[in-house]
Nanobody, 111 residues
């Protein structure tokens, strides 16, 4: 199993970013996927999750209404669209499948 995230970067408060996680090595469409994040000095936390065919999603309260998780079962990719970003969204964002984690992508929200 390999999970490769991309799309992180530096953005001003109120801005947007779209993270991508390309998955390989397993039957992507058979599994739910999730995004986590870890800020400096804090524990890793669940941000959003999506079911295998995308019919069910759930979000951390802190990102509801601002972030959207989606997936492409043809491209084996899970996305995290992040809008109205806040400085407290600054973290390393990870894609997760069960016990497998990507390497993470840094998101920094700062003016």
């Amino acid at each position: 199993v390999q999970l490769v995230e991309s799309g992180g970067g530096l953005v001003q408060p109120g801005g947007s970013l779209r993270l991508s996680c390309v998955a390989s090595g397993f039957s992507f469409r058979s599994y739910g996927m999730s995004w986590y994040r870890q800020a400096p000095g804090k524990e890793r936390e669940l941000v959003a999750a999506i079911s295998s065919f995308g019919g069910s999603t759930n979000y951390a309260d802190s990102v509801k209404g601002r972030f959207t998780i989606s997936r492409g079962n043809i491209t084996n990719t899970v996305y995290l669209q992040m809008n109205s970003l806040k400085p407290e969204d600054t973290a390393v964002y990870y894609c997760r499948l069960s016990e497998y984690w990507g390497q993470g992508t840094q998101v920094t929200v700062s003016s």
